[in-house]
Each structure stands twice: as C-alpha cells, then as structure tokens.
C-alpha cells in the first residue's frame, strides 16, 4: 500500500518561510507527477505547484516567485518551498501523486492527509 506522509507546516508570520515536505511510501516503482494543492474552508482545492518526473513544473500564478517545488525521485519525496508568505496563503496543504506504480498496480492519484500552514499578519 502507497501512503503520502506530510510534515512542515506550522504558524509563522507574513514574509517568513516555510518548507513541507511529503515522502511517499510503499514498493513504489515509478510515479509520475508529484505537486501540492491547498484548501480554505468552503472552497474548492486547488493547485499551488506540481511537478513530472522529468522535472518539468506548473505554478499558480498567486505563488510565482515565492513557492518552488523541488522533488527527489529516488527518495520519492517532493517538497514544497514557501517564501515570502503572506496572511492570503493560510490553508491546508495537501501532497499529491499522480500515476504511482507499484508491482501490482498502478494509482492513478493518491493524496496525503494534509498539514496546515498559517500566516499571521
């Protein structure tokens, strides 16, 4: 069974940083694509950065220049680096993977179980 495990999120005030990480587990093979999404109460998820293994990125425009994602494919570990962080950017950050490959079968998405960041002003 493939699990995502979350870490890093926490409180910190605006213009701080903060850096998640998300490590999937499991007899994984291959996966191929790995990104994070965020969600406030009472809206929908949605994508802040993802990334495909060869290393190609998408970026919300409302994190351009501020967040990179950076990803180690043998550790299977994505991470997500926040910087100049604003009150705007509080919510629940969620990793996703997309296409994992195991021996068995292959996942078309998986998520993590969420981890929130808050942004005081």
């Known amino acids: 069974q493939v699990q995502l495990v979350e870490s890093g999120g926490g409180l910190v005030q605006t213009g701080g940083s903060l850096r998640l990480s998300c490590a999937a587990s499991?007899?994984?093979?291959?996966?191929?694509?790995m990104g994070w999404y965020r969600q406030v109460p009472g809206k929908q998820r949605e994508l802040v950065a993802r990334?495909?293994?060869?290393?190609?990125?998408n970026y919300a425009e409302f994190v351009k220049g501020r967040f990179t994602i950076p990803r180690d494919n043998a550790k299977n570990t994505v991470y997500l680096q926040m910087n100049s962080l604003k009150p705007e950017d509080t919510a629940v950050y969620y990793c996703?993977?997309?296409?994992?490959?195991?021996?068995?079968?292959?996942?078309?998405?998986?998520w993590g179980q969420g981890t929130q960041v808050t942004v005081s002003s």
């Open positions: 499991g007899s994984i093979s291959s996966i191929n694509a």
């Open positions: 996703n993977a997309e296409g994992v490959r195991t021996r068995r079968v292959t996942y078309t998405t998986i």
């Open positions: 990334i495909i293994s060869g290393g190609s990125t």
